[in-house]
């Protein structure tokens, strides 16, 4: 089993990776920077016995991403599993961004995953692949204060939904990862805690979701959403509409966001 990893020094990533290679499944780690896969190369393969290729690759740059699905080429490997963890989002409203980071959200989450899931697919084993979307809590509602970033992941669980019908009849299996808060790094633990007690509700543990999301995309699931607490908000999310939603949601994150600020400001004196 060889398994194609994006965004492999994240938190997530490298949770996904650990619990592949727990498994015994061998590895193609991917991120924009060497250093922090060669670590994660090197002490997997000293944990695990697993064999793990590690190169480097903006995914939003087409030069470099030709010559990394080239090297795939190159070396003859074949894929069975692809996640796709890379994502991005930048904190603070639609008009408080430059334009730049609003694009980078697109471009990240959603141009560079269709780009690596088409490639993957065209380099993929005949008799079974599976891949996993990395979609959020967040793609259930629309969300004011972070309008760009819930935007892209609503895109990743409907792409999703709809090209796991489309291949089903080709033994391809595409699951939506939707989880809460992940504690991957120190930004995204400071907007956890400005949430206060909806951030504790809706965290999820990384290795749990990882053990986890494998298991149900090996068994066919479409759309996995961590934590019970989680999977109650999505229920009601449904239940109200979506511009009272979006009213409420308004309040939660403009007062989350000023916690943030006020905490990072308080971290950084």
């Not at 961590?226 to 999505?234: A, F, K, Q, S």
């Amino acid at each position: 089993m060889m398994v194609l990893v994006t965004g492999a020094s994240g938190g997530l990533g490298r949770a996904m990776a650990v619990e592949c290679a727990r498994r015994g499944y061998d590895l193609l780690l991917t991120d924009i920077a060497d250093a922090p896969l060669l670590r994660i190369k090197q002490g997997i393969e000293r944990q695990f016995g697993v064999t793990v290729e590690a190169k480097a690759c903006d995914l939003t740059n087409d030069q470099e991403l030709a010559a990394f699905f080239k090297y795939i080429d190159g070396e003859q490997i074949h894929l069975d599993m692809l996640l796709n963890i890379a994502g991005i989002d930048y904190e603070g409203g639609f008009l408080s961004q430059p334009s730049a980071n609003i694009t980078r959200i697109v471009q990240v989450n959603i141009e560079a995953t269709l780009k690596v899931t088409h490639a993957a697919l065209e380099r993929r084993r005949k008799e079974r692949f599976t891949i996993v979307i990395v979609s959020s809590l967040a793609s259930q509602y629309p969300i004011p204060l972070k309008a760009t970033y819930a935007a892209s992941k609503r895109f990743l669980l409907d792409f999703s939904i709809a090209l796991a019908q489309e291949l089903k009849h080709e033994n391809v299996n595409v699951l939506a990862l939707c989880p809460g808060g992940l504690p991957t790094t120190p930004e995204a633990l400071l907007g956890i805690a400005a949430q206060g007690i909806w951030g504790d509700l809706t965290t999820n543990d990384l290795g749990e979701v990882a053990r986890k999301t494998i298991t149900a995309a090996l068994k066919g699931k479409r759309v996995y959403i961590p934590g019970c607490v989680n999977g109650i908000l999505r229920i009601l999310g449904r239940t109200v509409p979506n511009t009272l939603v979006a009213k409420l949601l308004y309040k939660r994150w403009k007062d989350a966001q000023g916690r943030w600020e006020a905490i990072g400001a308080g971290r950084i004196r």
